[in-house]
């Protein structure tokens, strides 16, 4: 062996694939903390489910591997979702992570300009999306304030959103890889998969992480923009994930273990016990019965078609019908009863 420094695992890493898991890890000499995230059913069910053009499930599927990622570091109890919200032919992805790993995800469209962005081969997440915002939220209930982190989505990826978040909001070296797949067998139906690769520089002193500031904007011109040289770690971890094909990160013969081994084994990789997740929605009989009793009852009686009122949940499609008798609200005081 080359370098007897080197750690050697304690055990060999699965050969293949551990679906629906989240695999933390650590590269200790460099200060890196990752995660690696397989997705089959899960991603497959929601997506099929949900039966949108191709290009809009990759790109869900894709916010949905980001979401996995950045949801399933959160060491609370709680959900995060991380929606987007642009002018483009994709209007809206809202991807719902409840701890400790249950997910549901939907898209927002207009059919019409997906197809002739499909048409025009201009169906990339940057086009899809166009310009707005994504936002993340935390949320830990109702007696807790919610973080929300935002951050410009300008035509790019949503790699490169996440890149800017953490650059800007958090400041912490961040590199995020994404892949979303169908997977084609003969004779059943396509099924979707996806991954994804996280990697952040996370030195014990803090200067190491500093990153450039931001453009100085309307300063004086001759102005040099801030430039700091990146530290050697970083640089050697960033160029080593920009290595991982997408191939990598969906095959179901690569295993998570397998991926951070070939990428980190000269420097000792640390694997942590992995995540599991599932596609789940969080809508129930009772909580669609007490949004409807929230409604005014005008709004109630807009709804009702051949005499029940029908609620469709927009994540799972499972949909709830009540008589309108059954859902009446409580009469605020002072309120008249028009029907008295
Ligand atoms: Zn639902």
């Not at 640089?235 to 397998?258: F, H, K, Y």
């Amino acid at each position: 062996m080359a370098n007897p420094h080197i750690e050697i695992p304690v055990r060999a890493p699965a050969a293949t694939s551990v679906d629906d898991t989240v695999l933390p890890f650590e590269v200790a000499a460099l200060d890196l903390r990752g995660r690696v995230v397989r997705l089959g059913p899960l991603v497959d069910e929601i997506l099929a489910r949900h039966n949108y053009p191709a290009p809009v499930s990759k790109l869900l599927g894709e916010a949905i591997a980001l979401t996995v990622l950045l949801g399933s570091a959160l060491k609370i109890e709680g959900r995060f979702i991380l929606q987007t919200q642009t002018d483009g032919p994709v209007r809206m992805l809202i991807i719902d992570f409840r701890s400790p790993g249950k997910i549901r995800a939907c898209a927002r469209f207009d059919a019409a300009r997906v197809a002739a962005a499909i048409e025009a081969g201009k169906a990339d997440a940057g086009s899809l999306l166009g310009r707005g915002h994504l936002a993340m939220t935390i949320d830990q209930g109702a007696d807790t304030s919610r973080y929300q982190g935002l951050v410009a989505l300008d035509g790019g990826s949503l790699e490169d959103a996440a890149h800017e978040y953490f650059r800007s909001s958090e400041q912490i070296p961040t590199r995020v890889r994404l892949a979303v797949a169908e997977e084609l067998s003969a004779g059943a139906r396509h099924s979707w998969r996806a991954g994804g690769m996280l990697l952040q520089f996370l030195p014990k002193s803090p200067d190491r992480a500093r990153v450039a500031d931001l453009h100085p904007g309307d300063a004086p011109e001759g102005t040099a923009p801030h430039a700091l040289p990146e530290d050697d770690a970083w640089v050697e971890g960033r160029s080593l994930i920009e290595t991982v094909e997408d191939l990598e990160l969906i095959d179901p013969a690569m295993s998570s273990e397998r991926l951070v081994y070939r990428l980190f084994h000269e420097r000792g990789v640390r694997v942590f016990r992995g995540i599991d997740v599932v596609a789940e929605c969080s809508c129930s009989r009772p909580t669609v019965e007490a949004m409807l009793k929230s409604f005014p009852q005008d709004d109630r009686d807009h709804m009702v078609e051949d005499g029940m009122i029908s609620v469709t949940c927009e994540f799972c499609s499972s949909t709830y019908r009540f008589a309108p008798e059954d859902v009446q609200g409580e009469p605020s005081p002072g309120q008249s009863d028009d029907k008295a």
